[in-house]
């Protein structure tokens, strides 16, 4: 599937906020969301890298961006609130939220974990993720066709050794998009569902497989094919599903 159905743009006047949209799949998604007609809220640690992202999205002329620096690691409830009541009062809606950000961590057994690790990845990885999507929601309860994606993995589906914080805050991940997605199903028209983008060339891949040759990788730019079906009209019947993005593109 192409990001342009003929002369129309699959997300035209769409809101989406894209966590870690400075690098990787978020910023690959992310410039595809604006190539497909979206107004993209741009989350991320490092404003630098954000504003190289604004000046692409710019130098296209696509619709302007927003960009809003956050680190995760350490943002607070209220930080979280303040971006959901801006976005409401600016926007008045939004129309999609994909949680892409992670943290890894250092892999090795659970045993071995230190506290602060285990800390940090769950902050990023689980309570990042429902802090911004309570504080979303009345902004994602206004839309018409909402969409909510959370980042999973395949360690986060069965548990694999030596994976330790990172796959069990996957598992909390999967958890928490199946009780979303339960208790909006009758409620809302917001759809939400997990994403498990699988091996992609990105720098948490890398940390992850230091001795993997990146070359042999599928891009990021590969996968946007997918996340552009997932937050358009086309994908209003995909509910509370884990969906393994390679797979998706076979269908596309």
């Known amino acids: 599937m192409s990001e342009n159905i003929g002369n129309i743009s699959p997300l035209t006047n769409r809101i989406i906020l894209v966590t870690g949209a ?23 640690r490092t404003q630098s890298k954000l504003e190289q992202v604004y000046d692409n999205i710019m130098a296209e002329h696509l619709v302007e961006p927003i ?11 209220n ?20 949680h892409n950000a992670g943290h890894l961590g250092t892999l090795g ?18 309570n990042a993720a429902f802090l911004l999507t309570r504080a979303l929601l009345p902004a994602l309860l206004a839309s018409t066709d909402a969409r909510v994606l959370f980042t999973s993995s395949s360690v986060g589906r069965k548990g694999r050794a030596y994976w330790g914080a990172y796959a069990v805050s996957k598992f909390a991940v999967e958890g928490m998009m199946q009780v979303f997605a339960d208790e909006l199903v009758n409620t809302s028209n917001i759809k939400v569902n997990s994403v498990n983008p699988g091996a992609t060339r990105t720098v948490m891949r890398a940390d992850a497989y230091p001795a993997e040759n990146p ?38």
Request: proline content about 5%; glycine content about 8%; charged content about 20%.
């Open 109 to 126: 057994p659970l045993q071995y974990t230190l506290p602060e690790n285990w800390m940090k990845i769950m902050q990023v990885n689980v």
């Open 215 to 252: 070359a042999t990788l599928p891009t990021a730019e590969s996968l946007v094919p997918a996340y552009v079906f997932l937050m358009s009209p086309e994908a209003a019947d995909i509910h509370g599903q884990a969906i393994n993005m390679r797979e998706l593109l076979k269908k596309l």
């Open 22 to 44: 400075g690098d990787g799949i978020g910023k690959a998604v992310a410039m595809a969301f604006a190539r497909a007609g979206a107004r993209v809220i741009l989350v991320g």
């Open 67 to 77: 960009i809003h620096p956050m680190d995760l690691s350490s943002a607070v409830a």
């Open 79 to 98: 930080d979280y609130e303040i971006l959901g009541k801006s976005v409401l009062e600016q926007f008045g809606r939004i129309d999609g939220l994909l």
